[in-house]
């Protein structure tokens, strides 16, 4: 029973559009984030989520928005897309610790 | 959140201990120091995290200087398996929430 799971796995789309990546966590826990790794495989936090507190990264553009529907559920909506949004998405969650649990993570290829 | 300095890249044979060393020389007093592992094509997975002095569990062990301005981890007899990049990372730990930051990580590569 996999802890975090994100959906696409992969996902392809033309520029300009707009595109949702979902995320759920069994863990029971508080607080969830979305993630971006570039080519270079930098990992850059994007977003924060805690008990329906959302941190914002000013270095994220508002194209990018996080909808949280419920505490186990934490879904990233990207809109316009651009070629450089072109990464993989992960998604994490934690509890009080130090510890985060990450999902498989969600290629994203703009053409 | 303190800023982490680990090598890019590092090779080992099979069967020898691996140390990472990451400096964090502005550590915070309240700041733990963690370290992921990540594999081609998955999330990264926790390994170890510590405070002060030595913490070790079943695949590594995470030794931490008095001034906890720097960290290494050490991976005994390593295997082909083990190849994967390493991120140390220090943050805040408080209750409420976490927010980690990772650094470039370390991309062990292990020889046969």
């Known amino acids: 029973d996999t802890a975090v799971s994100q959906t696409p796995k992969y996902l392809v789309t033309q520029m300009g559009n707009d595109k949702s990546i979902k995320c759920e966590q069994n863990l029971g826990h508080d607080t969830m984030y979305w993630y971006k790794q570039d080519s270079k495989k930098f990992l850059k936090i994007m977003f924060s989520?805690?008990?329906?507190?959302?941190?914002i990264n000013e270095t994220v553009p508002n194209r990018f928005s996080p909808k949280s529907p419920d505490k186990a559920h934490l879904n990233l909506h990207i809109n316009s897309l651009e070629l450089g949004d072109s990464a993989v998405y992960f998604c994490a969650s934690s509890q009080n610790t130090a510890e985060a649990f990450f999902g498989q993570g969600t290629r994203l290829t703009v053409v | 959140l303190a800023k982490t300095t680990q090598p890019i890249s590092m090779d080992s044979y099979e069967g020898q201990e691996v140390n990472i060393t990451c400096s964090h020389n502005?550590?915070?007093?309240?700041?733990?120091i963690t370290w992921y592992q990540q594999f081609p094509s998955q999330g990264p997975r926790f390994i170890i995290q510590?405070?002060?002095t030595k913490v070790t569990n079943e695949v590594a062990s995470l030794f931490i200087p008095a001034d906890r301005k720097s960290s290494t981890l050490s991976l005994p007899r390593v295997s082909l398996s083990d190849t994967a990049v390493y991120y140390c990372?220090?943050?805040?730990?408080?209750?409420?929430?976490?927010?980690?930051?990772f650094g470039t990580g370390t991309k062990l590569q292990v020889i046969p």
């Open positions: 989520y805690n008990n329906k507190e959302l941190i």
């Open positions: 502005n550590i915070a007093t309240n700041d733990y």
């Open positions: 990372l220090v943050g805040m730990h408080s209750g409420g929430y976490q927010k980690v930051t």
């Open positions: 510590g405070y002060k």
